[in-house]
Protein backbone atom coordinates (compact mmCIF):
# COMPACT_ATOMS: atom_id res chain seq x y z
CA UNK A 1 0.00 0.00 0.00
CA UNK A 2 2.96 2.35 0.49
CA UNK A 3 4.10 2.14 -3.45
CA UNK A 4 4.25 5.81 -4.46
CA UNK A 5 3.38 7.35 -1.62
CA UNK A 6 5.47 9.99 0.57
CA UNK A 7 4.86 9.72 3.72
CA UNK A 8 3.38 13.21 5.81
CA UNK A 9 5.32 12.68 8.91
CA UNK A 10 8.56 9.93 9.36
CA UNK A 11 9.85 9.19 13.10
CA UNK A 12 13.97 8.16 13.18
CA UNK A 13 15.74 7.09 15.63
CA UNK A 14 19.15 7.49 15.76
CA UNK A 15 21.82 6.01 17.64
CA UNK A 16 25.66 6.25 17.82
CA UNK A 17 25.42 3.54 15.02
CA UNK A 18 23.11 5.20 12.66
CA UNK A 19 19.35 4.80 12.27
CA UNK A 20 17.88 2.28 14.66
CA UNK A 21 14.61 2.63 13.93
CA UNK A 22 12.08 4.40 11.49
CA UNK A 23 8.25 4.59 11.01
CA UNK A 24 6.06 6.38 8.58
CA UNK A 25 2.37 7.78 8.47
CA UNK A 26 -0.13 9.14 5.57
CA UNK A 27 -3.65 10.32 5.95
CA UNK A 28 -5.74 8.16 3.66
CA UNK A 29 -9.35 7.64 3.64
CA UNK A 30 -10.06 3.98 4.08
CA UNK A 31 -13.75 2.88 3.48
CA UNK A 32 -15.47 1.44 6.87
CA UNK A 33 -18.41 -0.08 6.05
CA UNK A 34 -20.34 2.37 4.00
CA UNK A 35 -18.24 5.54 5.20
CA UNK A 36 -15.35 6.96 4.16
CA UNK A 37 -13.08 7.66 7.16
CA UNK A 38 -9.52 9.64 7.10
CA UNK A 39 -7.42 7.81 9.04
CA UNK A 40 -3.92 7.90 9.90
CA UNK A 41 -2.04 4.53 7.95
CA UNK A 42 1.25 3.68 9.30
CA UNK A 43 4.08 1.88 7.54
CA UNK A 44 7.54 1.75 6.41
CA UNK A 45 8.47 0.37 9.88
CA UNK A 46 11.49 -0.87 10.71
CA UNK A 47 14.49 -1.88 13.14
CA UNK A 48 17.59 -2.29 13.07
CA UNK A 49 18.69 -5.96 13.24
CA UNK A 50 20.66 -5.82 16.13
CA UNK A 51 18.21 -4.28 18.09
CA UNK A 52 15.48 -6.86 17.92
CA UNK A 53 14.22 -8.19 21.05
CA UNK A 54 15.15 -4.89 23.42
CA UNK A 55 11.86 -2.89 23.62
CA UNK A 56 12.74 -0.44 20.98
CA UNK A 57 9.38 -1.17 19.13
CA UNK A 58 7.83 0.60 21.96
CA UNK A 59 9.07 4.03 20.29
CA UNK A 60 5.46 3.97 18.70
CA UNK A 61 4.34 5.59 21.25
CA UNK A 62 5.22 8.94 20.02
CA UNK A 63 2.91 8.11 17.44
CA UNK A 64 -0.29 8.35 19.78
CA UNK A 65 0.54 12.55 20.42
CA UNK A 66 0.67 12.88 16.87
CA UNK A 67 -2.07 11.09 15.82
CA UNK A 68 -4.36 13.45 18.23
CA UNK A 69 -3.00 16.87 16.75
CA UNK A 70 -3.89 15.17 13.03
CA UNK A 71 -7.27 14.97 14.09
CA UNK A 72 -8.29 11.46 12.94
CA UNK A 73 -10.02 8.82 15.31
CA UNK A 74 -7.18 6.18 14.99
CA UNK A 75 -4.24 4.85 13.09
CA UNK A 76 -3.96 1.67 11.32
CA UNK A 77 -1.10 -0.89 9.57
CA UNK A 78 -1.70 -4.12 8.13
CA UNK A 79 0.85 -6.94 8.17
CA UNK A 80 1.61 -10.72 7.94
CA UNK A 81 0.51 -13.32 9.40
CA UNK A 82 4.26 -14.18 10.21
CA UNK A 83 4.43 -11.01 12.59
CA UNK A 84 1.50 -11.09 14.93
CA UNK A 85 3.30 -12.29 17.93
CA UNK A 86 5.75 -9.65 17.45
CA UNK A 87 2.54 -6.99 16.76
CA UNK A 88 0.69 -8.87 20.00
CA UNK A 89 3.31 -7.41 22.46
CA UNK A 90 2.11 -3.76 21.35
CA UNK A 91 -1.56 -4.89 22.36
CA UNK A 92 -0.24 -6.20 26.34
CA UNK A 93 0.52 -2.54 26.68
CA UNK A 94 -2.40 -0.61 25.20
CA UNK A 95 -0.69 0.35 21.84
CA UNK A 96 -2.53 -1.44 19.33
CA UNK A 97 -5.53 -3.68 18.62
CA UNK A 98 -4.87 -6.81 15.97
CA UNK A 99 -7.81 -7.13 14.14
CA UNK A 100 -7.92 -10.05 12.35
CA UNK A 101 -10.48 -11.34 9.59
CA UNK A 102 -10.87 -7.96 8.02
CA UNK A 103 -11.13 -7.53 4.25
CA UNK A 104 -8.29 -5.34 2.86
CA UNK A 105 -8.71 -4.27 -0.63
CA UNK A 106 -6.15 -1.83 -2.51
CA UNK A 107 -6.77 0.19 -5.55
CA UNK A 108 -3.89 2.27 -6.64
CA UNK A 109 -4.05 1.71 -10.22
CA UNK A 110 -0.80 1.77 -10.97
CA UNK A 111 1.23 -0.52 -8.37
CA UNK A 112 2.28 -2.89 -10.77
CA UNK A 113 1.22 -2.32 -14.11
CA UNK A 114 0.62 -5.98 -15.26
CA UNK A 115 -1.29 -6.92 -12.21
CA UNK A 116 -5.02 -6.09 -11.62
CA UNK A 117 -5.48 -2.50 -9.74
CA UNK A 118 -7.48 -4.44 -7.46
CA UNK A 119 -5.72 -7.35 -4.98
CA UNK A 120 -7.69 -8.51 -1.92
CA UNK A 121 -4.65 -9.04 0.77
CA UNK A 122 -4.87 -12.02 3.52
CA UNK A 123 -3.06 -9.39 6.10
CA UNK A 124 -3.56 -8.42 9.87
CA UNK A 125 -5.22 -4.91 10.62
CA UNK A 126 -3.49 -3.21 13.32
CA UNK A 127 -5.30 -0.37 14.93
CA UNK A 128 -3.68 2.05 17.54
CA UNK A 129 -6.23 4.26 19.60
Partial sequence: SWAGARPELRAIGYDSKGIAAHLGLLRRFIKVGAVDLLVAELG????????EGLGIAHS?????????ELGVPFGFGTVRHALRNHLE?????????????V???????????????????????????
Fill in 44 to 51: LYGVRPDL
Fill in 103 to 129: RVRSTHPQVHLDLPPTRVEDALVVVMP
Fill in 60 to 68: IRVMSPVLQ
Fill in 89 to 101: RFGRHGLATIVPG
